[in-house]
């Protein structure tokens, strides 16, 4: 697939890097094609390309979002996402590792209302970038699940085999209402491991009976 991410730090160049390696086209939809994240991305990957975010989405089949959630409403103001993909890995983090919008409202559903052309699914958001990078736990049976929240299902659909080639079980879990609670599991996450020091590579499973 072609796929176009806007944010290639930690988190983009750990998804796109490893959908690359799984044959697909990537590229990195910036405005500031010098800017170190980009040169950095470039240089680990000389298979990744970049574009204009407005060329980008024109061009691709499903887009990344993975800025820090401040920068977001600037960026895709004004981009018309032509009704695709959107893929929000954003976090809304708030002081002390709290929610960003007060526990109101997710951010996914706040990106929806600033991209209106867009598909916004929730996914790669419940675990820091080093189970993005590498998502395999070879001595447990089952794989580590990735939670997804969306609106839209063909833009559910379409991520599905992403996730999958990314080594999770791909659980669809409802509407982008239920983003909220993703970001609630998130700050989970970041709290055990960031401020209490558990090891990163810990991910939820899903079991179903
Ligand atoms: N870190 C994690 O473990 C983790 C896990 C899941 C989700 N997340 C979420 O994923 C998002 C990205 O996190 P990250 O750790 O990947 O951050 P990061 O390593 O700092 O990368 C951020 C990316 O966003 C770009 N960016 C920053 N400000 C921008 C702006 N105003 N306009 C356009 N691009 C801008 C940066 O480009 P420059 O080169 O210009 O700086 C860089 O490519 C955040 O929302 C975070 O909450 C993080």
Redesign the pocket.
């Known amino acids: 697939m072609k796929l176009a991410f ?9 998804i796109a890097h490893k959908l690359q390696q799984k044959g697909h086209e990537i590229t ?1 939809a ?3 094609p010098n ?7 470039l240089k680990k990957n000389e298979n990744m390309t970049t574009r204009s975010i407005q060329d980008a989405i024109g061009w691709a089949e499903v887009v990344f ?8 409403k ?2 895709v103001n004004e981009i018309d996402f032509e009704g695709k993909t959107l893929v929000d ?5 708030g002081p002390g590792i709290s929610h960003g919008l007060n526990c109101e409202i997710s ?1 996914s559903e706040k990106i929806q209302a600033w991209a209106p052309s867009a598909k916004v699914v929730k996914a ?7 189970n ?1 990078q590498d998502a395999s736990f070879s001595n447990y049976p089952n794989k580590p699940v990735m939670l997804v929240a969306g609106d839209d299902q063909y833009a559910k659909e379409q991520l599905k085999p992403l996730v999958e080639e990314m080594g999770y079980m791909y659980k669809d879990i409802g509407a982008l209402d239920q983003s909220l609670h993703l970001e609630h599991m ?1 700050l989970l996450w ?1 709290k055990m491991v960031r401020r209490d020091g558990h090891h ?1 590579n810990f991910v939820w499973g899903y079991m179903e009976r």
């Open positions: 806007i944010g290639i730090g930690n988190v983009g160049f750990a990195i910036t405005n500031d800017s170190r994240s980009v040169t950095s991305a979002l993975a800025v820090p959630f401040g920068a977001v600037a960026v890995c954003t976090n809304p983090v951010g790669f958001t419940i675990y820091g970038y080093e993005l998130t970041v990163p």
